[in-house]
């Protein structure tokens, strides 16, 4: 999958119209560019930045029905994601694990109260439960998590739930989508669209890495952005009520002994009033999350000081040694696009998804969340079908495999590029230089940036390092003293100069700044 490739695609196509277009490519609109190449319909998929640049790939890294939303009552949504947990674990089982998780208790009462809560959660995902829930004893709970704080300990709930890599399923999506026909463009801005009689007939875009502008005819376009959303609506119509109300999710990665097993804990209740995972990925633990109403929407939110020191503070109540500032390797933050309300806190506004058709025949599509964007974006190629503007085709993408799915040893650290993964270690052997690790505190090997720029459209330093390896996230300081070595492979590949590479990697450093805590 080359970016060359997909622009003479596009101007191939040149004045043709498409079935689809779609805005945005975050896991929704990575996921109805696939529902809708695989119905056999001409898709094109255009976004401004990178592929996931956003919300997208700054998830707690869960494929789960929500124990939170359990707690609120929402048992469509729960059984929703729990059947779509277990559909994206067959389809993708390179990307997806079953990853345990302990609910510690320390009251008399919470054994039977969260143990009860679970075996619903059981029961809800019926066939494809990845696990049965049980009660532990402390001595049990100790074992599978000895850095728990035993004072007062009386036992634990163990649960099971799904785990993934968000920003590599969302390359593999793009490839699926490719694989099936689709044109799928990253650092494609839309500038407009085009309308005839008031109805939108398509969009005006700039490739704004070669500066190049299209119009592209579309019978359906859709608007898949995500926290963006409401600037897609008002550029179709200036007096758009706005629909979403972001609200920023901080995440902070520690080093793996703060909790040395394979299991993860889940703090079920919050000073907020959210629950808290302190989660096994990569080697390292992810920890988080907040829920912080935000009024400004940046494509590179930063974390708050009272958002870390409220993690900190809240995990540090459940481990015998608390983290410090100086013990997160990377933060990260993320906005979470939910469907607007004006009566309820943020923490308590639906994960639900919607489906909006303006006047104009835009369909717009937000809210929901990565577990249930297949069935996001089935329900939205639905309803462009219903609205008339495309043939009747049966959605295939229950029973779909994703790009490289087969069957993995999670152990293994290039795991999650599933069959390719054999293709990128002989695409190290052909070079000494692509054959060894990145870094000595990062899992990546310097072939992996290689085959990103020769077949993921991975454009950037920070493509390579925060989305086609998770360097970023993993370990911000080991991925700024990788930004040399990166952008001397990149440009290797893309047929850059030395002055792209020194601006690569001072853009780099600038941005990766924002990830360190001290």
């Keep these: 999958m080359k970016r060359q490739e997909m622009i003479a695609a596009l101007e191939t196509k040149g004045a043709e119209q498409w079935d689809i277009c779609i805005i945005g490519g975050g896991a929704t609109g990575l996921g109805v560019a696939v529902d809708a190449a695989s119905r056999g319909f001409s898709t094109l998929l255009v976004e401004q930045y990178d592929f996931s640049k956003g919300t997208s790939s700054r998830a707690t890294k869960l494929v789960h029905g929500g124990v939170r939303y359990l707690q609120q009552g ?3 949504l729960v059984t929703e994601a729990l059947h779509e947990r277990g559909i994206l674990r067959r389809n993708a089982p390179h990307l997806v694990k079953d990853q345990s998780f302990i609910v510690p208790n320390y009251k008399w009462w919470e054994g039977p109260y969260y143990g009860i809560g679970l075996k619903v959660y059981d029961w809800m995902a019926g066939s494809l439960g990845l696990g049965k829930s049980r009660l532990l004893s402390r001595e049990e709970t100790l074992q599978m998590a ?3 704080d035993a004072e007062g300990l009386r036992g ?35 500038d407009g669209f085009v309308k005839a009689e008031d109805k939108i007939t398509g969009v005006r875009v700039t490739d704004t890495l070669g500066g190049k502008e299209y119009t592209i005819a579309a019978k359906v376009v859709i608007n898949a952005t995500g926290v963006f959303t409401d600037s897609v609506l008002r550029m179709d119509d200036a007096a758009s009520e706005p629909i979403i109300a972001p609200s920023q999710g901080v995440h902070l990665m ?18 907020d009033g959210r629950v808290l995972f302190a989660v096994p990925w990569h080697d390292k ?13 940046d494509i590179e939110p930063r974390a708050l000081p009272e958002e870390i020191a409220f993690i900190l503070e809240q995990i ?5 040694r608390a983290p410090g500032p100086e013990d997160i390797r990377s933060i990260y933050a993320g906005l979470r696009p939910l469907v607007r309300s004006s009566s309820r806190k943020t923490a308590e506004l639906a994960r639900d998804h919607l489906i909006v058709v303006s006047d104009s025949g835009l369909v717009t599509i937000t809210g929901g969340k990565w577990t249930t964007y297949r069935r996001m974006a089935e329900d939205t190629v639905n309803t462009a079908i219903a609205r008339g503007k495309l043939p009747d085709r049966p959605c295939v993408t229950a029973t779909l495999p994703i790009h490289g799915a087969m069957v993995v040893d999670f152990a293994d650290p290039q795991h999650y590029h599933g069959s390719d993964a054999a293709k990128i270690r002989e695409l190290g052997s052909t070079n000494p230089e692509w054959s060894g690790k990145l870094h000595p505190r990062l899992p990546y090997l310097r072939a992996e940036i290689i085959w990103a720029a020769r077949e993921e459209l991975c454009m950037t330093v920070e493509d390579a390092l925060s989305r086609r390896t998770r360097s970023l996230l993993l370990d911000a300081r080991a991925a700024i003293e990788c930004a040399e070595p990166v952008a001397a492979m990149l440009a290797g590949e893309l047929g850059q100069d030395a002055g792209w590479q020194r601006q690569q990697v001072e853009e780099f ?7 360190l805590a001290t």
């Design 285 to 297: 633990i992810i920890i988080g999350t907040t829920d912080t109403p935000v009024k400004q929407i």
């Design 156 to 190: 634990g709930v163990l649960y099971h739930d799904g785990q993934f890599d968000d920003a590599r399923l969302a390359i593999h999506l793009a490839r699926t989508a490719a694989e099936h026909g689709a044109v799928v463009l990253n650092y494609c801005r839309v």
């Design 254 to 271: 520690l080093d793996k002994d703060f909790l040395p097993g394979e299991a993860a804990i889940l703090v079920p209740h919050t000073d």
């Design 146 to 148: 000895p850095t728990l």
């Design 509 to 515: 450093r600038q941005l990766a700044a924002g990830y």
């Design 316 to 320: 540090g109540r459940y481990l015998r």
């Design 74 to 76: 929402n048992v469509k």
